[in-house]
Each structure stands twice: as structure tokens, then as C-alpha cells.
């Protein structure tokens, strides 16, 4: 029964418990086990909220007996990560520098999620502040991979991704900067969604990079993934930078196929730095959407090459401003100096992790007189361009397909001394980021070796049904098994 449960979508979940087969202290409690026989190796939470988690479940059975209104994603265990506030909850953001701290509200997105009836099953690990590909830079250690432990699960959403591709929860609640949703979506073969800025509200999401972060779903299926970003979705007067018109409808026509859309392959992700498994992958999918009756054409985004250096100077930029903040004076870590600015200095020396500070430095120096002009005007400026090609090319398209990453999981510690090389693990995910649009990895089938591979799919500002219906399309024709190859074999991992 414990491996029915911890198997079962969202959706199925939420059938069963509604027909009154399941209640959900059993769900949840069934998921909670899952978590103890798998966190050993995985380390995807920085804390498991056991006891809050039975508490809710057994609110939801009353109120469900009781005949009491339930929110939508009532009893269904959920994986939050942990740069999100929670009331009472540490939120650490991987860093040291926030030790001790417990916010005294809930962001907007647990809010949401509370009145959804979903249930908080733990927090899980990520980069440190969000900074980083593959889940290694936490202060915490890293998360490893279901598919294989020996490998990352992608970053900063790595923890997220890890639990949901573990079974540890069917839903995970991630955020997207440059492609943190995306990105380990694909390396460990899950759906991931980074939502239109704004559409989803960013009030209590500790800080990265103000203009690019978002908050979005991560699920084993595209109806779940739309089921949660529909729960959390919204206008939100406590962000200024919400969309003011109510959330689109997103499941309404997520099954009405494909047949006749226009489909762009963006030609110059195909032509060079793919590995041949995620080369394979497009493929796939490229010849599933014409099998299903789409219409697929090469189309060029000429300024997407220099998304990665781009990116690399806005997101410092911004990060340096947001992370001034943390000075050892009003929350979380304090190392005592004989001065407040040596106090200062030492905190952050003994707070922040290297990629933090690498990332802090190259901001502050892009911003800094005589460069401002040189380094974050000019790569605001490419923004534009790109924000153009993306508008130019859904004059003929009504959504693009692409890779999500470069390859597939590769070994921990393969790329912690590189950042170059780390970095351009999100060479295809950030031009989505700097446009503001949407954007959805989708497991496109297994690499020689056996590991996940992601494509991308992106749509519009506000394009998200399309976007999902596709994804729901080619999902259901490419019926990837999201199952690891370590639970197919594992008597533990089936727990």
C-alpha cells in the first residue's frame, strides 16, 4: 500500500481520497516513510516536517468527514524549497548566514499552498541563495541524483527535483533565476515550469536576482505541474512586480492536442554543444509533435548566445544589491569584530560560500563607477535584443522546442572548481529568464548510460496553456517511465 501511494500522482491521489479509499494521514504518512528510507543517500531536505505534516493531514481528513470546504490540492504531500519564508520554519537558503533564522510570516506561494490544503512534507536543499547548477553548493552538502547517486541532480532546485523524481512527494515547489527550475527538472527526469514573470508572487522568496526569480512547480506529470501552478498562481498586492489580471485557465485545454500548432525548433541549440543522448532526446520529440500533427520549422533567436554572459552580469548585479542585507546586525549569523565594519566583514567572510561570494564580487564590480556603463547598461541592452528575438519568432510560432541543458547529470564534483563550465549548464534556460516568458522541461526519454533527458518548450508571456497543453501532448506520446532505475531494482527504494 505504502508504494501505491508514494507511486500516485497528484491527481490520482486526490481521487482516492475524495472517493474516500485513502485517507490522508495515510498518504502522508506513507510519503514521510519514503523519505526515511531514502534521505540517507539523497540528502534532498534540509528539514523533514513530520509532525506539522500528520497535524494538517489529520485537519483535512476532519474537515473532508465534516463535510467542510477543502482547497484544492487537499491531503497531497508537497516538497518546498527552502528560499521560501515559512512562519515559524527556518528558512536557511542553503547558507550559513541565515543560521537561526525563523521568518515570522509565510511567503505568498505557502500561503497559497496552505489554503490549497497541500501539505508541507519538508524543505529541501538547494545552492547556496539559489546560486548554482548542480546542488553542490549548499552549505549543507549536496543533494545526489535518484538516477544515480553518484551524480548531481542539477541546481539550485536540486532538492526539489530530487524528492519528486524519488517519490518522495509527487509536487515540488522550486524557483527559476536562470534556469533552476528547468535545469535539474531535466537531469532528473521530472517536469519543471518556470511561469511568466510575475504571474506568480515572489512576496517571502528570499532575494537572488530581483528582475529574473521565479517561483514555479515541479511534478512527475504536466497535469500536476499545471494542477500546483494553478494553486499558487495569481495577482498579489504585497509584490509590486504582480501581474494584476487573474491567472489564466490551465487545465482547461490541456488535452486538446497539437494538431495544426506551429512548433519552432530553435536551430542554433541544434547545431553544436549538445551531448548526442540530449541530441537524441530533441530528436524524439521533434518527431513525436509531427506524428501528432504539428507543424515543426527551424527558427533563429540571433541574440540568444550571449544569454549566458548576459545573465552573468545582471543576476551579480542585483545579487550584490539583495545581499547587502546580510550584515550581522538584524538576523541570522553574527561574528563579533571590534568594529561594525570588521563585525560585518567577518560575518559574511564566515557566512557566505564561495559561489556566493565569486557571484557578489562580479556584481559589485559591474555596478561600480567607471564599469556600469561598460558591463550592466550593455548586457541590459542585449536583454532587449533578446526579448526582440523571442517576439520576431512567435510571429510564426506558437511555441519553440529546444533542449533544456547541454547533457545530462554529470559526476559530483566533475564541475565544482569550474565555474565557467558550471555555468553554461544554463547556456539554454536563460534566455527565458531574460525575456520574462515561460518555459517547460519535459523527460524526453533515458542517454546510453540510463540518465534523464530534458527538453525545453517555451511559449509567450501568459502562454502557459499552450505551453502545457504541448507538453501534455508529447508527454503522453513519448510515455517516459519517470521511474529510476534504482526503484526498479531496489527493495529499499521501494519503501
Request: hydrophobic share 45%; with cysteine.
Amino acid at each position: 500500500m505504502t508504494a501505491a501511494l508514494t507511486r500516485a500522482t497528484a491527481v490520482e491521489l486526490l481521487a482516492a481520497m475524495g472517493a474516500g479509499e485513502v485517507a490522508a494521514v495515510e498518504v502522508v504518512r506513507a510519503h514521510l516513510e519514503r523519505i526515511a528510507a531514502t534521505e540517507e543517500r539523497l540528502h534532498a531536505f534540509l528539514r523533514v516536517l513530520d509532525e506539522p505534516a500528520l497535524a494538517h493531514a489529520a485537519d483535512v481528513d476532519r474537515r473532508r468527514a465534516a463535510g467542510e470546504p477543502l482547497g484544492a490540492l487537499a491531503g497531497v504531500p508537497l516538497a518546498l524549497k527552502d528560499i521560501l519564508c515559512t512562519a515559524g520554519v527556518p528558512t536557511t537558503c542553503g547558507s550559513r548566514i541565515l543560521e537561526g533564522y525563523r521568518p515570522p510570516y509565510d511567503a505568498t506561494v505557502v500561503a497559497r499552498l496552505r489554503a490549497a490544503d497541500a501539505v508541507v512534507v519538508g524543505k529541501t536543499n538547494l545552492d547556496e541563495f539559489a546560486m548554482g547548477s548542480s546542488t553542490e553548493n549548499s552549505a549543507f552538502g549536496p543533494t545526489r541524483n535518484p538516477w544515480d547517486t553518484s551524480r548531481v541532480p542539477g541546481g539550485s532546485s536540486g532538492g526539489s527535483a530530487a524528492a519528486v523524481a524519488a517519490f518522495d512527494a509527487p509536487l515540488g515547489i522550486g524557483t527559476d533565476t536562470g534556469g533552476s527550475i528547468r535545469q535539474p527538472a531535466a537531469l532528473c527526469g521530472v517536469v519543471g515550469l518556470k511561469p511568466t514573470y510575475g504571474l506568480v508572487s515572489r512576496y517571502g522568496l528570499v532575494a537572488f536576482a530581483s528582475s529574473l526569480d521565479q517561483v514555479g512547480p515541479m511534478a512527475r506529470t504536466v497535469t500536476d505541474a499545471a494542477l500546483l501552478l494553478g494553486a499558487v498562481a495569481g495577482p498579489d498586492p504585497m509584490d509590486s512586480t504582480s501581474l494584476q489580471e487573474p491567472a489564466p485557465d490551465l487545465l482547461g485545454d490541456l488535452d486538446r492536442g497539437v494538431d495544426g500548432l506551429r512548433v519552432g525548433l530553435v536551430a542554433e541549440e541544434i547545431e553544436d554543444g549538445m551531448a548526442p543522448g540530449v541530441r537524441a532526446g530533441l530528436a524524439r520529440a521533434v518527431e513525436a509533435l509531427e506524428r501528432l500533427g504539428a507543424k515543426v520549422a527551424d527558427v533563429r533567436l540571433p541574440h540568444a548566445g550571449y544569454g549566458i554572459a548576459a545573465y552573468y552580469l545582471i543576476a551579480p548585479s542585483e545579487a550584490s544589491s539583495n545581499l547587502s542585507r546580510y550584515d550581522g546586525v538584524r538576523y541570522g549569523l553574527r561574528v563579533d569584530g571590534a568594529t561594525t565594519e570588521e563585525m560585518t566583514a567577518r560575518t559574511r567572510d564566515a557566512g557566505f560560500g564561495d559561489e556566493v561570494k565569486r557571484r557578489v564580487m562580479i556584481g559589485t564590480h559591474a555596478l561600480s563607477a567607471g564599469y556600469y556603463d561598460a558591463y550592466y547598461a550593455q548586457a541590459q541592452r542585449v536583454r532587449t535584443l533578446i526579448m526582440r528575438d523571442f517576439a520576431a519568432a512567435y510571429e510564426s510560432c506558437d511555441v519553440l522546442l529546444g533542449p533544456t541543458s547541454p547533457g545530462t547529470a554529470f559526476p559530483l564534483g566533475a564541475k565544482i572548481d569550474d565555474p565557467l563550465a558550471m555555468y553554461l549548464n544554463d547556456v539554454y534556460t536563460v534566455p527565458s529568464n531574460l525575456a520574462g516568458a515561460p518555459a517547460l522541461s519535459l523527460p524526453a526519454g533515458l542517454d546510453d548510460g540510463g540518465l534523464p533527458v530534458g527538453v525545453q518548450l517555451m511559449a509567450p508571456a501568459l502562454g502557459e496553456p499552450t505551453l502545457l497543453r504541448v507538453a501534455r501532448a508529447l508527454e503522453a506520446e513519448l510515455a517516459f517511465d519517470p521511474t529510476p532505475r534504482g526503484a526498479r531494482s531496489s527493495e529499499e527504494v521501494r519503501a
